[in-house]
């Protein structure tokens, strides 16, 4: 269960204080995966890090029982000097798995980064996609209710992309998402409730296809003649 | 590997704690040759750079004390104010990543460094003056009692401290710009290389107003047994730790979402 209560968010502009979004209330039951759509700027990623207890809104509450997992392939929080192992240990140590259980999290983070012999090199020595990598491994070996995903299913190589796909597809019968994306394949095939941000502020749809409808019709005049699906 | 199933707010403290802390260790002395060493040579270097030149300048700077140790006990708390107030002004900016972790939150990175800061004075005090004494500088110990009571004070006090520096310096960006023109000055009014009885009297009133004066002078009266610290008084320090403590928590509280919250 996920509820919003009187959630209303700003942000300052030079030419004042932009909302976001003003006093949204909204329930979401347990099992419903979350699609976020919105142009870009509108506060998609916000509110997905809203949810995820990250940021904070001016007012209003986020009201939840379920383990939110930080946002899905986030590498920001990697320190360069340390190894990619000792990364990961300290991601495990600060969500309570220490001991065993830590060093079976770390062999499924390995596993699935295939990164080799670099995972006990310092993360400053990676390039940029075995940083994802290692950070979507990462995701994918703590276990959480709901997994916040913004627009990094598309990391690394075609091979690596697949197997990503294939994770999901698979975690997808034991936990929900929460998906900020503009691919809308993506979200049609993963989204049971769509959410829009547009101008006039957060409208929130059952069926995603209705969000999506909306936010095609935000769509410029060519885009509407030619009816091709992006 | 479901992360600890309904863990209560102190195991998650606790977690948070336990692992910024190996983090912090790792970070700041892994990479160095000599590696965890660097938490001994760090203020050894210091203490040894201001003996040797106090020495120099002549006799004995407080009669039964030899300088190299009436230094240590000035500079080893010193180190650690410092420490506590630069990093603190710097928590947030420094770890913006981690944030997105949502049990850690400014606070841990705060209380983290200020713990693992202490635990490296402590560690190096105590190995400092092991070295000292082999090498046959020593002076009689005098008190144990009264050092765990004023270093218990001192790290609220230096939490207090830190906490506060560590908003301001978000709050307002420039603060970094003042944070070495506070510090820089402490240090000559601090006692940190001179007794306060050996100032003219006049100017006792308003030295005596700075808690880390006051910190000093009590560290070394707790070490050495010929230190009168005469004019240290434990009340005071004891009042203006809990003061500061509590201002800090305040401030923080008040103002903590606002340290994370995109604006």
Redesign the interface.
């Known amino acids: 269960m996920i509820e919003l209560r009187n959630l209303t968010k700003s942000f300052r502009t030079p030419a004042g204080r932009k909302v976001l979004f003003r006093d949204v209330n909204a329930f979401f039951p347990e099992g419903k995966n979350i699609g976020i759509l919105g142009r870009n700027g509108a506060g998609k990623t916000t509110l997905l890090r809203i949810m995820g207890g990250i940021d904070y809104p001016d007012s209003g509450r986020v009201i939840t029982d379920q383990r939110i997992s930080w946002p899905m392939g986030l590498s920001g929080g990697f320190q360069g000097s340390m190894t990619g192992r000792e990364n990961a240990a300290f991601v495990c140590g600060l969500h309570g798995i220490w001991g065993s259980a830590k060093r079976k999290v770390l062999d499924r983070v390995q596993d699935f980064a295939e990164i080799g012999d670099y995972f006990d090199a310092p993360v400053k020595s990676y390039s940029s996609g075995m940083r994802s990598r290692l950070a979507f491994g990462l995701s994918i070996a703590v276990d959480f209710d709901y997994y916040l995903v913004d627009e990094v299913m598309s990391v690394g190589d075609a091979h690596f992309k697949h197997k990503c796909e294939q994770v999901i597809e698979e975690k997808r019968k034991s936990a929900n998402f929460i998906i900020v994306a503009h691919s809308m394949p993506t979200l049609k095939k993963n989204c049971d409730v769509g959410l829009y941000l547009g101008p006039s502020g957060l409208q929130i749809f059952d069926t995603v296809d209705e969000a999506i409808r909306l936010y095609q019709q935000g769509l410029p005049k060519p885009a509407q003649n030619s009816p091709a699906q992006p | 590997?479901?992360?600890?199933i309904q863990?209560s707010p102190w195991?998650?403290q606790r977690?948070?704690i336990?692992?910024l802390l190996?983090?912090e260790m790792?970070?700041r002395f892994?990479?160095w040759r000599l590696g965890y060493a660097w938490v001994l040579l760090e203020p050894a270097m210091h203490i040894l750079l201001l003996a040797a030149i106090f020495s120099f300048t002549g006799a004995e700077f407080y009669p039964g004390i030899p300088t190299m140790l009436f230094m240590l006990g000035g500079i080893a708390p010193f180190i650690v104010f410092s420490n506590c107030f630069s990093k603190g002004v710097a928590a947030v900016e420094s770890n913006?990543?981690?944030?997105?972790?949502?049990?850690?939150r400014p606070f841990d990175a705060v209380l983290s460094r200020v713990l693992l800061e202490f635990a490296i004075y402590l560690f190096s005090l105590v190995v400092l003056l092991g070295i000292l004494a082999w090498f046959g500088i020593s002076a009689r110990f005098n008190d144990f009692l009264l050092l765990v009571v004023i270093n218990l004070l001192f790290f609220g006090f230096c939490l207090g401290i830190s906490l506060t520096m560590c908003v301001m310096g978000t709050k307002f960006p420039e603060a970094s710009k003042f944070a070495p023109m506070i510090v820089r000055p402490l240090y000559f009014i601090s006692g940190v290389f001179f007794s306060l009885e050996q100032v003219p009297e006049e100017y006792h009133g308003y030295l005596s107003w700075n808690p880390l004066l006051h910190m000093i002078e009590l560290t070394r009266e707790g070490l050495f047994a010929s230190y009168h610290g005469m004019f240290a008084n434990l009340p005071y320090l004891a009042t203006s730790s809990l003061v500061m403590l509590a201002f800090g928590l305040l401030v923080y509280r008040s103002q903590w979402?606002d340290l994370?919250?995109?604006?």
């Open positions: 590997m479901y992360p600890g863990r195991q998650i977690d948070v336990r692992a190996i983090r790792k970070t892994g990479k913006r990543g981690l944030f997105n972790y949502r049990q850690l979402r994370v919250r995109s604006q």
